[in-house]
Structure formats: C-alpha cells, structure tokens
C-alpha cells in the first residue's frame, strides 16, 4: 500500500497509523469512523437552538422529515453494537481456545481508564460551564453540566450501572450506551459456549436463541438499562464476524452483493420515511438489521485502500471513535453556550453548521492524541492477561 502523504501523517498518530496499514478489515474502521461522526451531528443538532429541548419527542414530533436524517444517534449506536459484536467474532478464533480471564483484562483495560478520565474532565467542567450558560437554561444540554451526582451518581457511574439504577443525568449524558456495551460483556462468555459445538449452524441457532430468550425476558419484566433488549444487536454482529467465511464467499457474487446493499439502503430509508409500525418487535428493528447489512459487506477481504484524504482521515476517526465519543461533548458544552449569547438571534440552519464545524475537528485533535493514552493501557492489558509461562514477544 502505498504511503500517506506527509500531511495525512502528521494528521494519525503513530499507533493509528499502524493500524491502518496492518488492519485487514479496513472498511469496519471506515463504518465505525461514518458511526461516530453520525454521534457528534447528532449531539450538535440537539445542542442547536430551536431544537435543544430537554425532551427528544420534541424533536419526534416536529413535522420536518429532513431531522430523521440529521438526528442519526440512535442508528449510529446500533451500528456501534453490530461493530462490537463483528470484531470480537472476527478476533475470536477457535471458541475452545477462549480464556475469559484475558478477556476481562484486556477489556477492561481498553475501556475503563479513558471512561474514568472523561468522568473527571467533565466533573472539572461542571464549574466552567456554571459560568458560560445563561440563569435558568433548560435545555438537553444542561443536565449532565448542572445535576448534582451524589452519592449514587457517583457509585452507578464509575461501576458503569447508571442505566440499571435510573441515575439522574450527570457527567455526560451520552455516556448511556457505554454501560451497555460493557455488560454485553458479561454475557461473552456465554455466547463463546454457544459457539463451541462442532455444528457452525447448530452454534449460530444457539446463539440467536440465548439472544432471542433475553430478549424476551428483558421486553416481559421490563428490565432497565436496555441490555437484555438489545443483545441480540451484539450478537448478530458475533455471528457475523465468527461467519466471516461463508458470508464472503455469499458476497462474492456483485448480484448478492448489490442485493444486500439495497436492502441495507430500504431498511435505512424506511423508519425516516413515515411511521412504521412493528408491533412488539424493538422500535430500532430497521436500524439493527441495515447495520447487519453493512457489517456484513464491511467484514469480507477487500482489496479497497484509503487512496484519498477522506478515505484515511475515517479509518483514522474509525481507530479515534472511542475518544471522540467520549469527549466531544465537552466542545459541545463550551461552544453552544457562548453561541447562544452571541448570535441569539441566528436561525438554527447558520447556528448548527458553525457549531459542528467547530466541535467535530477540535474533537478529533483531541481524540488523536488520547488514542495515545488509550494504546498505551490497551498494551498494558494485553501484557497482563498473557499466561506467565508464555515469554513475551520481542
């Protein structure tokens, strides 16, 4: 592959770049990067005057169809959990060679130290923000800056169970799907097992039923935190990725391929088109089966490579995503309110576009350089969890 320009170089830091020459799956960075973008316009058009009020279905209710298509979070999310789901299969191997005590390490160690450092950047931006935002402001964007957390906000948010306990928003309110994907975790494991008998088929129709099963128990008791709701998301992103293979050589064909590709453009374009009802089955069904479409396209061998710009700066913002999610509300909440004193009377079509042009960039600097951070705790991870007989890698 050819080498990036000096320029784009300059732009990746070391361990991304990397990253991209070595990674075979460049197009699951790609989706990723397109995910997180869709997060930050999300969470700018929701900070945009006119549309900042503190109740989504606000927003649900206004009669402009263009919003579906702006107020792209919930998709991303989804899209999110299918990635998560597709690169642990494709990392997994052989399942009898899982070992669940490495597992949590190195999971813990690539997502809690940089959550913890967003916890305390944003409880030392409480303050700052006291300052900036106009008396008495009730908006989406308030809450996580001005709700005091007590006690139990700060045991439910540093434990990760803030969507089991009904916490208040604080700290970060788009930090809810965090927890969520963390206690997927916990049913991994299980779902490995599932994977373990010699039948690929009879393993698949394990894991669809134990994901099906929770679905079912977390709709009839109406349990919180949406994770047994939605894990059948991360698994049908498992069943992907463990695959891989068949789903290639399906996809082979440009027929099947572009069979996929517009049933994956239908199932995006139908829920944004006009209300679709669907009975019990989850209001995101759509979403989850369009991301299954694009995670399954993304995970076979591609030839593609980032020749352009653009092509490079997503792979990048693919390996950035984690970071980006968790800080770009930070710009968010420095930006917006002093946006509101300045150009109070700005329509909202100037306001968002100048609000994204500057929380986006500033974002993905900011990302760039934690991925640092994070690299060197997910190195720390993979070191503790090897076996102390294996010698480590020169």
């Known amino acids: 592959m050819a080498r990036p320009p ?50 989504f279905e606000t927003l649900k209710e206004l009669d402009l169809t263009w919003t579906s298509f702006v107020l792209l979070g919930s998709f991303a999310v989804s899209l999110f959990f299918v990635l998560s789901g597709a690169s642990f299969g494709l990392s997994l191997g052989t399942p009898e060679r899982f070992e669940t005590r490495a597992f949590y390490i190195k999971r813990f160690f690539r997502i809690y130290p940089a959550y913890l450092l967003s916890i305390l950047a944003y409880w030392t931006f409480r303050p700052i923000y006291g300052l900036i935002r106009e008396p008495g402001l009730s908006d989406w964007l308030s809450p996580q800056f001005a709700n005091e957390p007590g006690l139990l906000g700060w045991v439910t948010y540093l434990t990760m169970t803030f969507n089991l306990a009904g916490t208040p928003q604080c700290f970060n309110t788009v930090l809810w799907s965090l927890p969520i994907e963390v206690q997927f975790y916990l049913f991994f494991p299980l779902l490995v097992a599932c994977l373990r008998p010699t039948n690929r088929w009879a393993g698949n129709a394990l894991v669809i039923g134990l994901c099906g099963c929770a679905w079912l128990v977390g709709t009839a008791t109406h349990t919180p935190g949406g994770t047994l709701q939605r894990l059948w998301e991360f698994g049908g992103g498992l069943l992907i990725g463990v695959n891989r293979q068949p789903i290639a050589r399906l996809l082979a064909s440009k027929f099947a391929a572009s069979v996929v590709l517009i049933a994956a453009c239908a199932l995006f374009l139908i829920p ?74 700005w329509h909202p079509g100037a306001f968002f576009p100048i609000l994204l042009a500057v929380v986006l960039p500033a974002s ?21 969890a090897r076996p102390a007989n294996r010698p480590t890698p020169r």
């Open 272 to 345: 944004r088109v006009g209300p679709i009802s669907l009975g019990p089955m989850p209001a995101n069904t759509f979403d989850v089966l369009c991301g299954f479409g694009i995670v399954a396209s993304c995970a076979g061998p591609s030839r593609w490579q980032p020749s352009s710009g653009a092509g490079r700066i997503l792979v990048a913002t693919g390996a950035y995503s984690y970071s980006l999610y968790l800080f770009h509300s930070l710009f968010i909440g420095l930006v917006a309110p002093i946006g509101y004193s300045l150009a109070s009377d």
């Open 364 to 384: 993905w600097l900011l990302a760039r350089q934690l991925f640092r951070v994070e690299s060197a705790f997910i190195d720390l991870g993979r070191r503790l």
């Open 6 to 55: 000096a320029l784009m170089r300059a732009l990746m830091s070391g361990s991304a770049l990397q990253r991209q020459e070595q990674n075979r799956f460049l197009l699951l960075d790609v989706a990723r990067g397109v995910a997180a973008v869709l997060v930050v316009i999300h969470h700018c058009f929701r900070a945009t005057p006119g549309y900042n009020s503190a109740r």
